[in-house]
């Protein structure tokens, strides 16, 4: 059966694992990001050794191994969510870190600007609004008086209350550049996904068109050639139907295809595939059904379909029945040899009064019974 119209990417997570061309995976940033920190991480701690600061070159290395092991715990287990979250915790308290230890003579918490683009980057907007903010209170805290007390940290008055200012004006930038990057990627999303779905299906019955039923029937008869399990095809008509469209116009002729299409969504299995084959002809196919289950099946859509009605344009109740000619592969046979024969048992119950089912090489007696 069809699938339905297509969702809409509202929210972060199902948009962030569809990747639309050009766009750097969220994997491959933190990998790249991990590779980029190492050399800065030991220029860091090797300026730190050479003051004798042991502490600061223990943590710097520590952050470097735990980058790199969280690469590898990636590339092992390919666990997205796990990898993310490490690495926000790991650049969130080395960037404290950097902050609060006033490296490189109080220059490296220039590197915070290097945070709010990353973050908002490889996570959610929630992540990234709630993680910035905290950024942000904490280096307001720092360079508040009680930090300046707390943490000894060198930062003058002027320098601090600039540096607060022009990290929230990036902040506030990222969020919006983020944001509007999702949406566009949404709609973008979105639009294949329409175009998609209109490609593949019948736009008046909203079911697969011809192409996607052969689609469905190659691959279906490629499962049939792996495990040998038949499968049959019904091709169905609605009888009389260039009538209809003379005696009450095209427009009752167009509800008449929707009426049809309506019942045979009804009355398929979610496992088959309907199609719109042609104008007022539709092709299902039935997976891992014999003969005498297709002819069942048959049966009751044209059953069905006969006791449905549309309205006229006077509003009077108009009537309609179909032919179904029935095909199961077997021996091999190709695609076009099963067409051919549901074809012809079509052929077969038109030209023997139509509103009846026939089943390719074998009586109708003897498969009803
Ligand atoms: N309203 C409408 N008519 C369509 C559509 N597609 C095809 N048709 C018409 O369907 C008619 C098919 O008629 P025929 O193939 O002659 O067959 P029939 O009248 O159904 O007769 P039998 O099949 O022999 O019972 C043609 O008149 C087409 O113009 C459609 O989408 N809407």
């Known amino acids: 059966m069809p699938e339905t119209m297509p969702e809409t990417y ?3 997570h199902a948009l962030a694992e569809q990747l639309v061309r050009g766009e750097i995976p969220v994997p491959t940033l933190i990998n790249g990001l991990s590779i980029a920190a190492l050399p800065l ?5 090797w300026r730190a050794g050479e003051r004798g600061d042991f502490i600061h070159v223990t943590v710097l290395i520590v952050v470097a191994i735990l980058l790199v092991a969280n690469s590898f715990v990636y590339w092992a ?4 969510a796990l990898q993310r979250r490490t690495f926000i915790t790991l650049i969130t308290f080395l ?4 902050a609060l230890g006033a490296l490189e003579q109080g220059a490296a918490i220039l590197w915070l600007f290097a945070y709010p683009p990353v973050v908002f980057y490889i ?3 929630k992540v990234g ?3 910035c903010l905290l950024g942000l209170v904490g280096v307001t805290l720092l360079f508040s008086p009680l930090g300046s007390q707390l943490f000894n940290a060198p930062y003058g008055n002027y320098f601090g209350i600039t540096m607060t200012a022009v990290l929230g004006f990036e902040m506030v ?3 919006l550049l983020d944001l509007s990057r999702r949406r566009s990627k949404a709609s973008l999303l979105s639009l294949a996904r329409d175009y998609e779905y209109a490609a593949k299906h019948d736009a008046m019955t909203d079911l697969a068109n011809r192409r996607e039923g052969l689609g469905a029937l190659e ?3 490629e499962r049939y050639q792996r495990n040998s399990r038949s499968f049959s095809v019904i091709l169905l008509d609605i009888d009389h139907f260039k009538g209809i469209n003379d005696t009450y116009g095209h427009q009752v002729g167009d509800k008449m295809i929707v009426m049809v299409a309506s019942q045979l969504k009804t009355v398929c299995r979610r496992v088959d595939t309907v199609s719109r084959w042609g104008g007022e002809e539709f092709l299902v196919i039935l997976p891992e059904t014999d003969a005498s289950q297709a002819y069942q099946t048959a049966e009751r859509i044209r059953s069905t379909i006969a006791a449905q009605t549309v309205p006229s344009d006077s509003g009077s109740p108009i009537s309609t029945t179909v032919s179904a000619g029935i095909a199961t592969i077997c021996n091999s046979a190709s695609i076009d040899r099963l067409l051919q024969e549901a074809d012809d048992a079509l052929y077969e119950a038109k030209s023997g009064g139509r509103n009846q089912v026939c089943v390719h090489g074998t009586p109708v007696e003897v498969i009803a019974d």
Do not use: K, P, W
């Not at 960037?95 to 950097?98: G, K, P, S």
């Open 10 to 12: 509202e929210d972060d």
């Open 41 to 45: 991480l030991f220029f860091f701690a």
């Open 77 to 80: 287990r390919r666990h997205q």
């Open 95 to 98: 960037f404290f870190y950097l």
């Open 123 to 125: 996570s959610s907007i």
């Open 129 to 131: 609004v709630g993680t």
């Open 173 to 175: 930038c990222c969020f």
């Open 219 to 221: 691959h279906e008869y």
